[in-house]
Structure formats: structure tokens, C-alpha cells
């Protein structure tokens, strides 16, 4: 909930929220977005299926995960990880950086 607030108060409408990795890839799959926020860790589960959904939709994304970059799968090398609990100019600028790039 901290992470919506921050994103919120930047200015970024949050399209959805998923609590586990069926809902995350209904989402993904069905959702028009700008920029998604993955959490690696979704309720027991890891969010590469998500994330793979989305690099086929060529929607960018970031990751988010108290793992740090040893966490994500090296398919996803490249991506931006941010490392919980991270600063608001972290979200920033890697906010920034995935919607320059897409």
C-alpha cells in the first residue's frame, strides 16, 4: 500500500492491484498500460510470468523486490530493479527510465 501511495502521489493512476500471480497475469494480459510495477514475489509466487506477458504486450515494467537484482531470473537482465524498501527518487527514476525506453 506504501508503493500505490507513492506512486499516487507522483501522478500515476494505478490501473490494478494483484494480490497473487493468476490475477497478476489477467491483468497483464487485459489491461492497457503505460507502465507496470511488478512485485517478484506475489503471494508465494514469482511475477516472471507477468513479466513475460507484458515484454510480449512490449509494455514496459520494473521490478520491485526485497531480493535485490540476484532475485530476478536473468532472462529479465536489463530491467530495472528497484530493491525494497527503496526512496521516491529511486521510483522516479526508474519510472522514468522504463517509459523512455519503451
Do not use: W
Not at 490475477?23 to 512485485?39: G, P, Q, T, Y
Not at 527510465?97 to 519503451?102: K, P, Y
Amino acid at each position: 500500500m506504501m508503493i500505490e501511495d507513492m506512486l499516487r502521489d507522483r501522478g500515476y493512476a494505478i490501473a490494478g492491484v494483484a494480490p497473487n500471480l493468476p490475477v497478476a497475469l489477467e491483468l497483464a494480459s487485459s489491461l492497457e498500460l503505460d507502465v507496470a510495477m511488478l512485485d517478484v514475489n506475489l503471494a508465494g509466487e514469482r511475477s516472471f510470468a507477468v513479466a513475460d506477458v507484458l515484454r510480449q504486450r512490449h509494455i514496459p515494467f520494473i521490478f520491485a523486490t526485497g531480493y535485490g537484482s540476484p532475485g530476478v531470473d536473468p532472462s529479465f537482465a536489463g530491467v530495472k530493479v528497484l530493491h525494497k524498501p527503496f526512496a521516491g527518487a529511486d521510483l522516479d527514476a526508474a519510472l522514468h527510465d522504463a517509459l523512455r525506453v519503451a
